[in-house]
């Protein structure tokens, strides 16, 4: 099954996965001393705001990633251009983003919230170093986002645990967030500038291949645009019927199964990608075999996720959360299922970005979003947080298993998958 990867695919993926068991392990440690210190209804305020930023994240990246990673493949010659026009056009979004949030907030909007808002909206200016990323991805240089990440991961940890034993309040923690986004910035930098692959001067925006790159990423940015609104539908039912608090239960089954979890996941694939674009290239059946291949260890990890959760989520929350999020329990059992799912449309998206048909992509999330928000409403006001685990579990499969078996090309192409060898 894995004889269809090269050594240095798997050498890619060691340092991505090693990342993440790292940031695993650390989370466990850190982040439940921060949210029982916090408490539920102040995380619940944290992790709302940055649920809602979240919606603008795709305004802020512009779908460039995947789009610039399979163009540096494709023509690696040109990867100063892409990059720099890629920082570019990346500034000026952030640049409108910005200023219309300072705009609402100061005119329109007197919200007690505005000082988280506008703090973790202004660190995303530090992001835009993560087009560096699109290099070492298209490279598989992963050992050097490795040491970027957990670099930035020790320190922030340390300042988190000293926020914890001063008791300081949420906005502190959110400080933490912005920092984490400058220090893996100037990391990259430095790394990148001492192995000599990093001139400024070759730094000139193309306006031709700003206009292709957005062509191409316009469809991810729709349906990127659409999954932040999707994963956000559960978070603004549940505050406008239960508050805070409810907000705060559900961002704890999210930190467990998405930041801890399938996050690996989402890592693995990210760190494959670029051999799945070389293959669908170069070899047709070999890029077939490597998409059979890496479903199948999707699929197993995402059991594995779920078996976890479901043996061991109630020993983890006894001995790591304080009481007071002890109705996680049920809604973790439920949720825990979720990655088993999304790892098939995770595979699927890849697919879709190196054959250029992106505007399944926008259908299926539209599909996702009506189903979301229907389930919500008919579920959250009497199951609680219960009500949108499931809301969120059904509406994955509809948009990552059902939509591939509702397209005709997308179902012809998966039963020539399950007839490969």
Request: proline share 2%.
């Amino acid at each position: 099954m894995l004889s269809v990867f090269s050594k240095k695919d798997f050498i890619a993926t060691k340092w991505f996965t090693l990342e993440k068991i790292l940031q695993l392990v650390t989370g466990v440690f850190i982040v439940p001393k921060i949210f029982s210190a916090l408490g539920t209804v102040d995380i619940g305020k944290l992790k709302f705001v940055e649920s809602v930023l979240g919606m603008f994240t795709p305004v802020f990246f512009l779908g460039l990633s995947a789009i610039c990673i399979r163009e540096i493949v494709f023509i690696p010659e040109r990867y100063h251009r892409i990059l720099a026009t890629a920082f570019y056009l990346r500034l000026v979004s952030w640049v409108v983003v910005f200023f219309g949030i300072t705009v609402y907030f100061g005119v329109l909007e007197d919200s007690a919230l505005k000082g988280l808002y506008l703090m973790i909206a202004f660190g995303y200016l530090f992001k835009l170093t993560d087009v560096f990323e699109y290099y070492l991805l298209a490279k598989k240089w992963t050992k050097i986002i490795f040491i970027s990440k957990i670099t930035s991961l020790g320190g922030i940890v340390g300042l988190q645990y000293y926020g914890v034993t001063q008791q300081f309040d949420v906005y502190y923690f959110a400080k933490l967030i912005v920092l984490d986004f400058l220090i893996q910035g100037l990391i990259y930098i430095c790394i990148l500038k001492h192995k000599n692959l990093l001139f400024f001067k070759q730094w000139k925006f193309s306006k031709s291949l700003a206009s292709s790159l957005l062509r191409m990423s316009f469809p991810l940015i729709i349906s990127n645009s659409l999954i932040m609104f999707y994963i956000t539908i559960d978070e603004l039912f549940l505050k406008y019927y239960h508050g805070d608090h409810a907000n705060g239960i559900f961002a704890t089954v999210q930190f467990l199964v998405i930041i801890l979890s399938w996050n690996i996941g989402f890592s693995i694939i990210n760190a494959l990608y670029p051999s799945l674009a070389e293959s669908f290239k170069v070899d047709p059946g070999l890029y077939q075999r490597k998409i059979k291949a890496l479903l199948k260890i999707m699929l197993i990890l995402g059991m594995g996720i779920a078996c976890f959760y479901t043996i061991f989520g109630g020993f983890i929350l006894d001995a790591f959360f304080s009481a007071s999020y002890a109705e996680v329990k049920r809604p973790l059992l439920i949720f825990c299922w979720a990655p088993l799912i999304v790892f098939v449309g995770m595979v699927y998206e890849k697919h879709l970005i190196n054959t250029n048909d992106l505007q399944k992509n926008v259908y299926r999330f539209i599909l996702g979003c009506i189903s979301n928000i229907i389930l919500c409403y008919l579920l959250i006001p009497m199951w609680h947080v219960n009500g949108a685990a499931i809301a969120v579990l059904v509406s994955h499969f509809i948009t990552n298993i059902a939509f591939v078996f509702m397209d005709t090309k997308s179902r012809k192409e998966v039963l020539v998958l399950f007839k490969l060898s």
